[in-house]
């Protein structure tokens, strides 16, 4: 069984910055792919970034474009999602997600495991 808990959500204001955390203790990274998602209530679960560890591949959904960053540290087990610029419909529950394809896309259904989620508010 995959566990994955993501960390670093909070309240900020926009044009501010976040900083996600995706820990996958006991997982090696190489072996899937790692996806960002986020929900708002009510909403789909919608794609957000994702990254294969193997090759380094990466994508991002057209409204982080320049603003969010993915990136993993192998040795701490932990795939990160810096969030710059941040803007009112950012505000969302995200999640990470491990795919045992290890094809980065971005939909959820390619995914096999998921975190609890951490809550990203953004505010004036």
């Known amino acids: 069984q995959v566990r994955l808990v993501e960390s670093g959500g909070g309240s900020v204001q926009p044009g501010g910055s976040l900083k996600l955390s995706c820990l996958a203790p006991?997982?090696?990274?190489?072996?899937?792919?790692i996806g960002w998602f986020r929900q708002v209530p009510g909403g789909r679960r919608e794609g957000v970034s994702c990254?294969?560890?193997?090759?380094?591949?990466?994508d991002y959904t057209d409204s982080v474009k320049d603003r969010f960053t993915i990136s993993r540290d192998k040795v701490m087990k932990t795939v990160y999602l810096q969030m710059n610029d941040l803007r009112p419909e950012d505000t969302a529950v995200y999640y990470c997600?491990?795919?045992?394809?290890?094809?980065?896309?971005?939909?959820?259904?390619?995914?096999?495991?998921w975190g609890q989620g951490t809550q990203v508010t953004v505010s004036a």
């Open positions: 006991g997982v090696t990274l190489d072996y899937y792919a």
């Open positions: 990254i294969t560890t193997n090759d380094g591949r990466i």
């Open positions: 997600a491990a795919g045992l394809q290890r094809v980065c896309v971005l939909d959820r259904n390619e995914y096999d495991y």
